[in-house]
Each structure stands twice: as structure tokens, then as C-alpha cells.
């Protein structure tokens, strides 16, 4: 999620509130989640954090699917943990399979230092980068790997710095988002779920929506075959 200035001014604690509750639905295991939320440093962006912070703070631990699940959450908060320059916001548990949230936070030259910061952990945790203007918020976005999603929070005095980060995101991500949350897929005749590797491995398709037919189905040309043969294959 890119949180431009005058959107976080204007309601960066609702945008706090619902990146977690997107963040944690289903104990963070939506493959869209939203996992990285940058923002511009400064007043607006520490209340933003305070509010993440306030909202998931509360919340209950969850059951991941799977014990391995769970163990692959507990090793990615610790390797996000043991990165220098990262800040632990909110602790959190992982026992067994039982998991509350993680919350930590970054400069933009950390993060850009280290591309491991934005490998994905699957659960419910979240980072936020916070870079020191809109030139590195879009070196940032030019540093990420192939997304499913990426969302632009903003309001119309922010639209020249979004249609900046534009080119780049629709190079990133198979589904771009503004002002909005990416969880929730909607079966729809417009809906991309896929995105550049490693986000898929078939850059070009989907695997929700009408062109999800080009995924799922394998093309097959019978060449100088009996009528009879092809009327079989067709029952």
C-alpha cells in the first residue's frame, strides 16, 4: 500500500484502522494482503502508526491452517525481527497454531537496503516503511517484486504524485487498487488475480474472473482426425 500525504492527513487513522482489520481477516492468510504500507515520514505518518498500532493491539490470537503455517509465520516475524533498522511496534504470539498480529516499521533506506524486507510472510504482518519523500516512495515501489496487488491511498491534491507511481505499479502488480483494501477477491468478468513473478508464475493470465479460462484450459489441435474419433472427445 502507497499512502500518499494529503490522504493520510486528511484520514490516516480510518486508513490505519482498516489496513488492520484487512491485514488480520482470516489470521493474515489471504494471499492478497496487504503486508507493506509505505507512507512519507513525519506527524502524519507517527499517527498513523499510533492508530495501527491501537487497533491491533486488541485483537485475538487466530488458528492458522496448519501447524507448518504457523511455523512459517513464527520464522518470517523473526526474520523480519533480526533485520537492522527494524523497529518491533506490537509483539506478537505464535503458539502452536495460534497466532496474534506483528507490526513493525522501517526507514526507506533500510528497507531499500534489504530486499528481504519485502519477501512475503504469510500471516497476519505488517510492515511500514517510512521513506522521506515522494522520491523515495517511488524508488520504493520500483524496488518491489511481482505483486498480486498494490493500492494507492489519496486524495485529489495527491493525484500528481499517483500518477507518477502509476507507470510503475501496473508494471509491479496484476491489480491495482485506490483507496481501498485488497482483500476479498470478487468473481467478476474484470478481475485479474495474478500479477508478475513471483506473485504467479504465468505473468499473463488469472485465476479469477472470465480470463481465467485461458489459465485453466490447455489448447489441443486434432490434425486429419476421424469425424467419429472427435464426436467421442466431444461426448
Not at 497454531?97 to 504469510?122: C, I, K, M, Q, Y
Request: charged fraction near 15%; proline fraction near 6%.
Amino acid at each position: 500500500m502507497f499512502l500518499l500525504p494529503h490522504a493520510v492527513a486528511a484520514r490516516g487513522a480510518e486508513i490505519a484502522t482498516g489496513w488492520a482489520a484487512s491485514l488480520t481477516m482470516g489470521a493474515g492468510q489471504f494471499c492478497t494482503n496487504p503486508g507493506i504500507a509505505v507512507l512519507i515520514d513525519g506527524p502524519e505518518a507517527q499517527a498513523f502508526i499510533a492508530a495501527a498500532k491501537a487497533a491491533l493491539d486488541p485483537l485475538p490470537a487466530q488458528t492458522m491452517l496448519t501447524d507448518g503455517i504457523a511455523a512459517a509465520y513464527r520464522e518470517g516475524r523473526d526474520r523480519i525481527a533480526d533485520v537492522p533498522g527494524v523497529r518491533k511496534l506490537l509483539s506478537a504470539m505464535c503458539n502452536q497454531r495460534n497466532a496474534t498480529p506483528s507490526l513493525f516499521e522501517v526507514s526507506g533506506d533500510a528497507w531499500l537496503a534489504n530486499h528481504t524486507l519485502g519477501e512475503e510472510v504469510f500471516g497476519p504482518l505488517g510492515l511500514i516503511v517510512r521513506v522521506r519523500d515522494a522520491a523515495q516512495m517511488a524508488q520504493t515501489a520500483r524496488g518491489l517484486q511481482g505483486q498480486l496487488t498494490c493500492t494507492l491511498h489519496l486524495d485529489d491534491a495527491d493525484a500528481e504524485q499517483a500518477r507518477q507511481l502509476m507507470p510503475v505499479l501496473q508494471r509491479k502488480a496484476g491489480r491495482i487498487l485506490a483507496n481501498g483494501f485488497p482483500t476479498g477477491v470478487e468473481v467478476c468478468d474484470a478481475m485479474v488475480h495474478g500479477g508478475p513473478y513471483p506473485a504467479s508464475t504465468n505473468f499473463g493470465a488469472t485465476s479469477v474472473g472470465t480470463m481465467s479460462i485461458r489459465r485453466w484450459l490447455r489448447p489441443v489441435s486434432y490434425q486429419h482426425m476421424p469425424s467419429a474419433l472427435l464426436d467421442h472427445f466431444q461426448d
